[in-house]
């Protein structure tokens, strides 16, 4: 059963990419679909950040990877049962459940143990062997409980105290001796209608009689046994079955296994495998935080689909994917870039279309769907268009992006290029900023066939400071492309003022040599009229890429 779809964008996420996210879950949910979660796999950059913030929507949740884990295969259809209870109530509970375990909680719900069948087993073969100890854990109210008998007299009825049994069907003389050879007071004596040895048993003050078949106390031992402080109960059973029944009062604490560790949401598959393995009944509980169960995981949970899906939107790339993106169904891709082999296990909707940013595909959605889009929504989808297409002038820009601007405009009453020039400046400034946050910061990695690159890009209204700072750029690109194994690392740095780019570039000497852009500076290129990586720059190095291979 499918809990959560996540709808998420690429690595380092750009506007375009968190902005998607967050409207089409909304999309989602105005469609009655509250299953669907906005998600982003990276930090937001500082002008996404600005424009979540300037129109107060909550930004997509970050989720760093999608490795396999527990949460998305537990069991969310658990039983616990309080510790205090008796073995024959929880037992009965995991029968009239189907469960394969049970996890014991405290009042406050935190975990304290498991019982498993094999525990159960365990505690019923020492029950039923004549070599049996007969003193265990229990109290009056478990032992009437367990028996369903009615109290007649009782005295401290919920403390626990390590009952010993005797069964009253000796004559009176005998009973007696070896009821003081036992010495003990909390000695519980099952007889019938025996009137002598429950006399005996009261006078020598045990802890309790239990009188069977519905047999009648005469009021006499009944006040008897209340100036002895001795607890008395009629059950319905016989001896025999009762002196069998008696033992399964006992807390369920003290036959459960406390050595089995629970395991958290967050926990990796890979990590919890071994744990389920050394568990007798190949399954655990699951807590959180507070150590309270939420759920429980076994070995057969991990051979289902996890409760998880996902959509990508702004990428069909796998290697732009979310790491673990492998492992999960993915529902549909949204999109505007180049079509990658990415293949899926079932059919999904897959719409790829040429423009200039993916915002404008989601907006697009809303109408199709016939939902009037939420002032905020329409907002931020306006900024991911202006985002993407650098205010409607890059290359990438279609018709249907300025028309899909134009509208969205009109409903936030937003004016396109004075918003425009707002969200590029918000994001392009990089005082104090390092290089390395600079450059992961809209970071999308490619291959061509065995080779890989990656390709930064950053928007700016002047790149003095980063040529200033050109040897802390470059350093760091290399450490990029040596870290990664890439033929080279790249950063396009576009100029919003003059819709032109930089670039700088770290890579093997063989590939840089076949650069012809115009060079500025040692492994700096000047790049007239190129503004959009997408369209102008990757097809460029994709075919020098090939040359150098």
Known sequence: MTNKVYIIG???????????????????????????????????????????????????????????????????????????????EAVDKMISTSASVLPLVNVDGTYQGLLNYNAFALNSFKILSPKRDDIFLTSIQLIEKTLNAALIV???????????????????????????????????????????????????????????????????????????????????????????????????????????????????????????????????????????VIGTISESDLLHDATIQVILVDHNEPQQAVEGIENYTIQEIIDHHKISTFSTKIPINFINKAVGSTSTIIANLYRENRVSIPKDMAAILLCGILSDTLILQSATTTEYDVLTAEYLSSITELDIKELGNDIIKSGSHIGGRSAQEVIRQDMKEYAEGKVKYSVSQIEVDSTREIIERKQEFLGCLESCRTARGALFSALLVTDITKLSSILFIAGDPKFESLLNFPKQDEHIYYLKDIVSRKKQLIPLLSELTAKAV
């Open 154 to 292: 009782g005295f401290d009825t919920e403390d626990y105290f390590k009952c010993s049994i005797m069964v009253g069907d000796d004559d009176a003389a005998s009973f007696r001796s070896l009821l003081c050879e036992k010495k003990s007071e909390n000695i519980v004596v099952i007889t019938g209608d025996r009137e002598e040895i429950q006399r005996i048993a009261i006078e020598e003050k045990v802890r309790a009689v239990i009188v069977t078949k519905d047999y009648v106390v005469k009021k006499e031992l009944r006040e008897l046994a209340r100036k002895n402080r001795v607890s008395v109960l009629s059950g319905h059973d016989s001896t025999v079955t009762t002196a069998m029944l008696i033992e399964y009062s006992s807390p369920v604490s003290s036959m459960a296994d406390t050595k089995i560790l629970p395991v958290k949401a967050g926990d990796s598959v890979q990590k919890i495998r071994p744990q389920l393995a050394q568990s007798p009944a190949r399954c655990l509980p699951v807590v959180d935080d507070d150590f309270k």
């Open 10 to 88: 690429h690595r380092n996420p750009d506007t375009d990419s968190v902005v998607s996210a967050a409207a089409y879950a909304r999309l989602k949910h105005l469609l009655g679909r509250p299953e669907y979660v906005a998600a982003r796999a990276g930090n937001l950059a500082p002008q996404t950040e600005y424009i979540f913030k300037r129109f107060k929507v909550e930004p997509p949740a970050y989720i760093p990877d999608l490795i396999p884990k527990t949460e998305f295969y537990m069991n969310r259809t658990y039983v616990t049962v309080d510790q205090d209870v008796s073995l024959w």
